[in-house]
């Protein structure tokens, strides 16, 4: 019911006190399917440096961390996963549950309003997983925009469910002209993958 509403745009539940007051504790974690998707993005990009927009209790966060051990295996080389989540309650979580799935050392989640946080990143990002509330789509991919580099991916989720809502990041990332170039797959609400040119 609540992922229908916001997928829906039927219910401003982005920033207003109200609203966040009431998702402060909700779980509206991505579909298994996606999440496995975004592991194998990362694993076939070679991935060691992603940012994750939206982190709630860390399902996401767990595959693409999962992808970015995976992919530095055997090496030294460094890799690490952003997370961001601006509810204190489930930045903790999230990071109680990485360090169950042993895979915390490859997580640093940035704790606040990812219209901050995410300009501290550095570059080069290689995957960028979009899973946050609607409005905050097309802010989290602009702040990190720039630091993606050439071939990166973008994954954002539940692109065809909430198309209306999405109007602006879909325009965005399908503009013939613009640093992308995109692709809709549709099922389970769709996702667009885009990739930096
Ligand atoms: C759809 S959930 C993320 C689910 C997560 N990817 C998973 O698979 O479990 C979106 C999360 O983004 C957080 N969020 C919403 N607006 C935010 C903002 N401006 N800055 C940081 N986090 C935000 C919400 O608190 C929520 O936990």
Redesign the pocket.
């Known amino acids: 019911m609540v992922k229908h509403r916001?997928t829906q745009g039927s219910w401003d539940t982005?920033?207003t006190a109200e609203g966040?007051r009431f998702?402060?504790d909700?779980?509206?974690?991505?579909d298994p399917s996606k999440?496995a998707l975004a592991y194998l993005l990362c694993r076939s990009l070679g991935a060691r440096r992603v940012v994750?927009?939206?982190?709630?209790?860390?399902?996401?966060?767990i595959y693409l961390a999962a992808a970015v051990r995976d992919n530095v295996a055997g090496t030294d080389d460094p890799a690490i996963v952003y997370g961001?989540?601006?509810?204190p309650g489930?930045v903790s979580a999230a990071e109680r549950n990485l360090t169950e799935a042993g895979v915390a050392e490859y997580v640093d989640i940035l704790s606040?309003?990812?219209?901050e946080?995410l300009t501290t990143v550095d570059g080069p990002i290689d995957f960028m997983?979009v899973?946050?509330?609607i409005p905050?789509a097309l802010?989290a991919l602009r702040a990190v925009e720039p630091k993606l580099r050439s071939g990166a991916l973008v994954l954002c989720?539940n692109v065809v469910s909430g198309a209306t809502d999405y109007a602006d990041y879909l325009a965005y990332v399908r503009d013939p002209d613009g640093p992308f170039q995109s692709v809709t797959i549709p099922g389970q609400g769709g996702v667009e993958i885009s990739m930096k040119r």
């Open positions: 916001i982005t920033q966040k998702l402060a909700k779980m509206v974690a991505l999440a994750e927009a939206g982190t709630s209790y860390g399902v996401s966060t961001t989540e601006h509810e489930k606040g309003d990812l219209r946080t997983l899973d946050i509330w905050m802010p989720d």
